[in-house]
T-cell receptor, first 117, second 115 residues
Framework: ETGVTQSPTHLIKTRGQQVTLRCSSQ?????VSWYQQALGQGPQFIFQ???????GRGNFPPRFSGLQFPNYSSELNVNALELDDSALYLC????????????????FGAGTRLSVL | AQKITQTQPGMFVQEKEAVTLDCTYD???????LFWYKQPSSGEMIFLIY??????QNATEGRYSLNFQKARKSANLVISASQLGDSAMYFC????????????FGSGTRLQVQP
């Protein structure tokens, strides 16, 4: 059973550029959630995808967008990058809608560290 | 709105000793889950333990146990027999079972285990 993998591990962009981050979910999982973790803080929820549909969104502007593919992998796209977008971006996969109720554990990848100059 | 508070920015513990990391939460949803994650310097968030709001027993997973006091809205993590490899950031998180299925995290506690 493979875990959650994210690519790339590190990325450097300049202000105004666009970036795409990728996530492969754990085998058997149908849901991907994305989080932004600024330095010294806890992760903040960006959005979640369940069976290729957005299933909830945090307090992030529309320039943060995403996709989920039929194999449940996912992309996070950020347009018009700003300096404050510099952070660790974490992807988590889980298996929703399987009757486990609140105990759907989210398993995280190692993250993509984005630096915006 | 749900909220998680971790009041200990940093903690030190001697190897082989037990340590308690504090977490309090606030929610109006009667059904919720509480989670603890460990984040080493590599960045990956590692799931440690889960407690459901209706669970009668405190959760345990190996050296990790959760001291769940529902009336006080606290969910403290207890690590027994600390090891050097336990040095990391520890995050408490909550998920309400109504609405979006997102985790809300606290600000974390940095644990350093000393030999």
């Amino acid at each position: 059973e493979t875990g959650v993998t994210q690519s790339p591990t590190h990325l450097i962009k300049t202000r105004g550029q666009q970036v795409t981050l990728r996530c492969s979910s754990q085998s058997g999982h149908n849901t991907v959630s994305w989080y932004q973790q600024a330095l010294g803080q806890g992760p903040q929820f960006i959005f979640q995808y369940y069976r290729e549909e957005e299933n909830g969104r945090g307090n992030f502007p529309p320039r943060f967008s995403g996709l989920q593919f039929p194999n449940y992998s996912s992309e996070l796209n950020v347009n018009a990058l700003e300096l404050d977008d510099s952070a660790l971006y974490l992807c988590a996969s889980s298996s929703e809608g399987t009757g486990a109720g609140g105990k759907n554990i989210q398993y995280f990848g190692a993250g993509t560290r984005l630096s915006v100059l | 709105a749900q909220k998680i508070t971790q009041t200990q920015p940093g903690m030190f513990v001697q190897e082989k000793e037990a340590v308690t990391l504090d977490c309090t939460y606030d929610t109006s949803d009667p059904s919720y889950g509480l989670f603890w994650y460990k984040q080493p310097s590599s960045g990956e968030m590692i799931f440690l333990i889960y407690q459901g709001s209706y669970d009668q027993q405190n959760a345990t997973e190996g050296r990790y146990s959760l001291n769940f006091q529902k009336a006080r809205k606290s969910a403290n993590l207890v690590i027994s027999a600390s090891q050097l490899g336990d040095s990391a950031m520890y995050f408490c998180a909550m998920r309400e079972n109504a609405g979006r299925r997102a985790l809300t995290f606290g600000s974390g506690t940095r644990l350093q285990v000393q030999p």
